[in-house]
């Protein structure tokens, strides 16, 4: 599944990263945000709070039928 985070520096609270990631459920998916922050902004994962972390929906391609096209 795909998640879109959003994390903040843990003692001053300001934006570091917004990013998303694929995991298999919601603490794989912060622990996968923190790492992409931690490799992003050189700093320490102690240090990283996920303030924002949703399931993004699957997209899926909409191919429109050969009824509308003739319209």
């Known amino acids: 599944m795909?998640?879109?985070?959003?994390?903040?520096?843990?003692?001053?609270?300001r934006f570091l990263l917004r990013c998303d990631v694929d995991?298999?459920?919601?603490?794989?998916?912060?622990?996968?945000a923190i790492a992409k922050a931690v490799l992003s902004t050189k700093g320490h994962f102690c240090d990283m709070d996920v303030r924002h972390l949703h399931q993004c929906a699957e997209r899926t391609l909409l191919?429109?039928?050969q009824h509308s096209l003739a319209a």
């Open 63 to 65: 191919v429109p039928d």
């Open 2 to 13: 795909s998640y879109r985070a959003v994390i903040h520096d843990l003692s001053t609270g």
């Open 23 to 32: 995991a298999d459920d919601l603490h794989d998916a912060e622990d996968a």
